[in-house]
T-cell receptor, first 112, second 112 residues
Framework: NAGVTQTPKFQVLKTGQSMTLQCAQD?????MYWYRQDPGMGLRLIYY???????DKGEVPNGYNVSRLNKREFSLRLESAAPSQTSVYFC???????????FGSGTRLTVV | QKEVEQNSGPLSVPEGAIASLNCTYS??????FFWYRQYSGKSPELIMS????GDKEDGRFTAQLNKASQYVSLLIRDSQPSDSATYLC????????????FGAGTRLAVHP
C-alpha cells in the first residue's frame, strides 16, 4: 500500500524547459491537491481537484496547468519553467476535509 | 486573504519539558484545524486534528481550540529530541472545498 506516490523526487530544469510532475494515489480518495513549499512561506495551494473530472485554481496557479487523468492520478505541468518556480512540490489527497491530508514525499525542483 | 499565522521560532525547550506551539487564523468561519509535523527534507505528517472548542488529547499531544479568540495551540508533553521538527498549523476555511490554508510553521528544537 504505497499511499501517495510522486515522481520524480528531484529535477533540475533550465529556464524555459517544460516538465510534468506526476502524482498517483491508491487510497481511493476523491480530492487531490498540489502545493508548493518555499522557505518562510509555508505551503501554498497551486491547483486542486475536488473530484474526478474537476480542477480549480488555488492561491498561486500562474505558470502551471493540471490534469486529473482519473481518480488515481493528478499531474502538474510547468510549460515554461522559471527560476521563481524553484521549490518543493507536494501532492496531497483527502476523502473528506475533516480528516486532513495525506501527502506524497515531494518533488524538489530547481530551475536554473 | 484568509491567513494562518505562526511564530517561525525556533522554539528551544529542554528534554522532558512541555513545548507550546501557537497559531492564529483570520477566517472566523473556519471549522477544522490540523497540526502537521515535518522533519527536515520530509513531507508533512498529520499528528492532530481538532474541530470543537476545548482540548483534545492524544498521547503526549494536546490540541486546543478557541474559536472566539481564533486561536489554536499544540502542547507536547515530555518533549523528546525526536520531536525536533517544524510544526505546521492548518485550517479549513469557510466555503473552501476541503482546501487547507497552512501557516509557515514553527521550528521546534528539543535539546538533551
Amino acid at each position: 500500500n504505497a499511499g501517495v506516490t510522486q515522481t520524480p523526487k528531484f529535477q533540475v530544469l533550465k529556464t524555459g524547459q517544460s516538465m510534468t510532475l506526476q502524482c498517483a494515489q491508491d487510497m481511493n480518495h476523491n480530492s487531490m491537491y498540489w502545493y508548493r513549499q518555499d522557505p518562510g512561506m509555508g505551503l501554498r495551494l497551486i491547483y486542486y481537484s475536488a473530484s474526478e473530472g474537476t480542477t480549480d485554481k488555488g492561491e498561486v496557479p500562474n505558470g502551471y496547468n493540471v490534469s486529473r487523468l482519473n481518480k488515481r492520478e493528478f499531474s502538474l505541468r510547468l510549460e515554461s519553467a522559471a527560476p521563481s518556480q524553484t521549490s518543493v512540490y507536494f501532492c496531497a489527497t483527502t476523502d473528506r476535509g475533516n480528516y486532513g491530508y495525506t501527502f506524497g514525499s515531494g518533488t524538489r525542483l530547481t530551475v536554473v | 486573504q484568509k491567513e494562518v499565522e505562526q511564530n517561525s521560532g525556533p522554539l528551544s525547550v529542554p528534554e522532558g519539558a512541555i513545548a507550546s506551539l501557537n497559531c492564529t487564523y483570520s477566517d472566523r468561519g473556519s471549522q477544522s484545524f490540523f497540526w502537521y509535523r515535518q522533519y527536515s527534507g520530509k513531507s508533512p505528517e498529520l499528528i492532530m486534528s481538532i474541530y470543537s472548542n476545548g482540548d483534545k488529547e492524544d498521547g503526549r499531544f494536546t490540541a486546543q481550540l478557541n474559536k472566539a479568540s481564533q486561536y489554536v495551540s499544540l502542547l507536547i508533553r515530555d518533549s523528546q529530541p525526536s520531536d525536533s521538527a517544524t510544526y505546521l498549523c492548518a485550517g479549513s476555511p469557510s466555503g473552501g472545498y476541503n482546501k487547507l490554508i497552512f501557516g509557515a510553521g514553527t521550528r521546534l528544537a528539543v535539546h538533551p
